[in-house]
């Protein structure tokens, strides 16, 4: 029984040196859980942040070739000139691995050009996405939203007429690189 003991101090001592790499992994995996489950929940109750979320896919990224047509012809195309853009917010678009912060706002304070977080469901999937609107309609004092990945050629069907009811706040604050943990985690469960 002495010999046991000594064997899970040891054991214990190694997990929380710090110096072994599975010792490395649970302080990450300890750091990441008090993130998530401590100081988000402290930043939803105490501050006006609705959302913070990790942008997982390239659709408001603007590098490649085609940001070109995707961006700024269509936006040509549709009638939205520089004068009109320049004011809006995140130009050079949103890249992967991005944390962004969003607020709850009334649904008369989202305009086209914004970035909104909304949760939609295709393919049998309900994921949060993270597009910029480019159309508004009140219908029966009822506000909708078209959104459009920057990097997408236009709107998925699943991105008209989406109702304010759905959004979850418009983006107002975006943070290179931290959001890469849940990039990597949603690209492992992906391919799975």
Same mark, same amino acid.
């Given at each position: 029984m002495k010999k046991k003991r000594s064997k899970i101090k040891a054991l214990l001592k190694d997990l929380f040196s710090g110096e072994k790499y599975y010792s490395i992994i649970l302080y990450i995996v300890i750091i990441y859980l008090l993130f998530v489950y401590v100081a988000l929940p402290s930043v939803y109750a105490f501050t006006p942040v609705s959302y913070i979320s990790a942008v997982v896919s390239g659709s408001m990224e603007h590098?490649?070739? %085609?940001? /070109?047509?995707?961006? $700024?012809?269509?936006?040509? /195309?549709?009638?939205?000139?520089?004068? &009109? %853009?320049?004011?809006?917010?995140?130009?050079?678009? !949103?890249?992967?691995?991005?944390?962004?912060?969003?607020?709850?706002?009334?649904?008369? /304070?989202?305009? &086209?050009?914004?970035?909104?977080? $909304?949760?939609?469901? $295709?393919?049998? !999937?309900?994921?949060? !996405? !993270?597009?910029? &609107?480019?159309n508004e309609t009140i219908v029966n004092d009822t506000y909708y939203y078209t959104t459009k990945g920057d990097a997408n050629p236009a709107s998925l069907p699943f991105e008209i007429d989406i109702p304010y009811s759905a959004v979850i706040g418009e983006v107002e604050t975006v943070m290179p690189y931290l959001g890469y943990p849940k990039y990597i985690l949603y690209s492992i469960g992906s391919l799975i």
């Open positions: 590098n490649g070739p %085609t940001i /070109q047509l995707t961006y $700024y012809e269509w936006l040509t /195309q549709n009638g939205f000139n520089s004068s &009109v %853009t320049s004011a809006w917010p995140f130009q050079n678009g !949103i890249n992967i691995g991005s944390l962004v912060i969003a607020y709850k706002v009334p649904a008369n /304070q989202i305009k &086209v050009g914004d970035i909104i977080i $909304y949760t939609a469901t $295709y393919e049998g !999937i309900t994921e949060q !996405i !993270i597009h910029r &609107v480019i």
